[in-house]
């Protein structure tokens, strides 16, 4: 396998931009190498500069739900660039996009187009401290919810984040109802909101403990507070009504993004009306965006949707259960410990001999392991993400072929990996 003109190409990207990248992952940081810069992608199948095919499972890290170039969704942008690309004023296709999504998620009852995740969240954030009139946010370690100052307060201070900030959040572990308990009893009438990726993403995929969800729900009614669900991810991935339709837990306020545009920069925040009405120019809560709802992200957005509404998640949930359960058997037969699991569209795997609850856990998975089979997985031809800490995707256009493809590549890939070295990273 070639990489000559990634390499060349990374070697100019690091004079101008920093790491290399304009979004840190990219930059292969947790699996070492070259990143490859992509010329195309159709379909399944991303297509580098050096001629190489891979089958992608990143899918702009969860943004594509049919893949690449889908037609469908091609059509719409080519007919909508023509028409124009941004007005700066209303267009039916904010509404049509925007029923589409309370539709699907009914605890929506309005919403608000922006363009980033990041965005989405940290517009919900604001909305719910002045809802409340408190202050203090109660995060998860292990979360991701863009990089808002707020958002990004872990357990020590990131560089650049204000300790004021900081003082305002709350971090404890993923899938520790007890210890949420004790911290909200700490907080006390200060706390304006619990955020949570239903379904964590971030830290590999981690799946919410029976319970987990509804206790959050219950605690949050209890102290006052409000419910966030960051569904950036899960959101018309784990199903069509998001992780609060698969478990059945109603959030106050959502945060979507990734597949909503269709590929197309595009996301939104929402919930109960009372709360929504506060955002201007209805109420008082401050939020704007030169190129929210621009009509080629919704036509995007409408397209991708009409399609996934129509397709439904069985092949998908299916294709990712099948991949996931592959890993499992493949790894055991070699004798390495690993735990893999699906929800949807969305797939995952750590080499680790204990279940992955929280972003310990995660941690404490074998890292260097990883970094082998993704490379490994590369020079086969398979694209997963360039980290353990990320979340797989199949999107409606991997057919059995190419899982049963991927397979063998898992199975050749295994090969190249040594039994014995399994060690805690
Ligand atoms: N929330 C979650 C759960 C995410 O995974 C991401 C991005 N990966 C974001 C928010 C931020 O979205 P964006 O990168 O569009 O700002």
Request: hydrophobic share 50%; proline share 5%.
């Amino acid at each position: 396998m070639t990489l000559a003109r990634s390499a060349a190409l990374f070697r100019a990207a690091s004079q101008i931009f920093p790491g290399g990248v304009n979004s840190p992952v990219r930059s292969f940081g947790r699996v070492g190498g070259v990143p490859r810069f992509m010329a195309r992608g159709s379909g399944p199948y991303l297509f580098d500069v050096d001629g190489n095919r891979y089958t992608d499972y990143v899918l702009s890290w969860g943004a594509l739900a049919h893949g690449h170039a889908h037609p469908a969704v091609v059509d719409a942008i080519r007919t909508q660039a023509g028409l124009g690309t941004t007005f700066g004023a209303p267009t039916e296709l904010e509404t049509a996009l925007a029923q589409r999504i309370t539709h699907a998620l009914p605890s929506m009852e309005m919403l608000r187009f922006v363009s980033t995740g990041t965005e989405a969240v940290m517009s919900a954030v604001r909305l719910a401290r002045a809802a409340t009139g408190r202050d203090v946010i109660l995060k998860f370690d292990g979360c991701y919810h863009g990089h808002a100052d707020a958002l990004l307060v872990e357990a020590t201070l990131p560089p650049g984040i204000p300790r004021a900030v900081a003082e305002r959040v709350v971090v404890v572990p993923y899938n520790d109802l007890a210890i949420v308990e004790r911290a909200c009893a700490f907080i006390g009438d200060d706390l304006a909101a619990i955020i949570v990726e239903p379904v964590a993403g971030n830290m590999g995929l981690v799946l919410p403990r029976d319970g987990f969800l509804a206790g959050l729900r219950a605690l949050a009614t209890r102290v006052g507070a409000l419910l966030i669900f960051d569904e950036v991810i899960t959101g018309f991935r784990i199903g069509w009504g998001g992780a609060q339709g698969h478990f059945g837990v109603t959030p106050d306020l959502t945060a979507l993004g990734k597949v909503i545009g269709g590929g197309v920069p595009a996301a939104a925040y929402g919930g109960r009306r009372d709360l929504m009405s506060l955002i201007a120019p209805q109420g008082p809560v401050y939020q704007a965006g030169t190129l929210s709802g621009n009509p080629l992200s919704m036509a995007a957005g409408i397209a991708a949707l009409d399609r996934l509404e129509h397709e439904g998640f069985a092949r998908t949930s299916a294709a990712a259960a099948t991949l996931a359960g592959a890993v499992g058997d493949i790894m055991r037969r070699a004798g390495i410990p690993v735990r893999s699991h699906s929800l949807g569209a969305a797939w995952g795997f750590f080499f680790s001999d204990v279940d992955v609850v929280d972003h310990e856990t995660a941690m404490n998975a074998d890292g260097s392991m990883y970094a082998r089979f993704f490379h490994a997985l590369l020079a086969e031809g398979v694209y997963l993400p360039p980290s353990p800490l990320e979340t797989a995707f199949v999107s409606t256009v991997h057919d059995e072929a190419v899982i049963a493809s991927t397979i063998d590549a898992f199975a050749a890939a295994a090969n190249a990996l040594p039994a014995t070295c399994f060690a805690r990273a």
